[in-house]
């Protein structure tokens, strides 16, 4: 009769602070920033049991609650496209982000605020208006990218599914290379993706 050694124990599942420290901080973003400048952020919304959705939120100077919803709109079944929800209220909207995460004050220069805002007049639009959504949108809407039973997919081959969280990470790298956001933004999105 052989004995063998007993398995090591396993090791007990880490401690909440261990798990809540592995998440990536966000780049440090003053409460205020320069004159003129918008506050950009990063909305969530819970997508729970799927990856969440992802948008920019671009900050009006005078109202916190009410911004500019950028974002890649639809699914990996039928495709996606842009749009950018002007002058969206987030106190009059089912449609509240679960996270809000500021990434970066960016320079007015890049903003047209009376198209941006649509002078106050909530809007759904699908084509750029200023030098920030002009950069975002040079990355275009992740096409579909789920196969169904119909499509005739080569064997093997993989799939790359392109959502709105790719958009985001991708159009983010298109604003560093634009000069518009700092590298470590662009950095930090591409670790928080799902």
Request: net charge negative.
């Amino acid at each position: 009769m052989s004995h063998f050694p007993a398995p090591p124990p396993v090791p007990p599942p880490p401690a909440f602070s261990q798990l809540h420290t592995r998440l990536p901080k966000p780049p440090p973003v003053p409460q205020s920033g320069p004159q003129g400048a918008y506050l950009i952020e990063l909305a969530v919304y819970n997508g729970y049991p799927f990856k969440d959705h992802w948008a920019y939120f671009v900050r009006s100077q005078t109202d916190p609650e009410i911004g500019v919803k950028v974002h890649a709109t639809g699914d990996v079944r039928n495709g996606f496209q842009l749009e950018s929800k002007r002058s969206h209220n987030l106190r009059d909207t089912v449609d509240i982000p679960s996270k809000r995460i500021p990434l970066q004050w960016v320079d007015g220069k890049y903003f047209d605020s009376h198209k941006m805002f649509n002078d106050g007049v909530p809007v759904i639009e699908s084509k750029p208006v200023c030098g920030f959504e002009d950069s975002a949108y040079k990355i275009p809407a992740p096409g579909k990218s789920m196969n169904t039973v119909d499509d005739a997919a080569e064997p093997g081959k993989a799939i790359v599914q392109r959502d709105c969280q790719t958009w985001i990470v991708e159009s983010a790298d298109q604003l560093v290379a634009d000069g518009i956001f700092v590298a470590d933004v662009a950095a930090y999105l591409h670790t928080l993706k799902q």
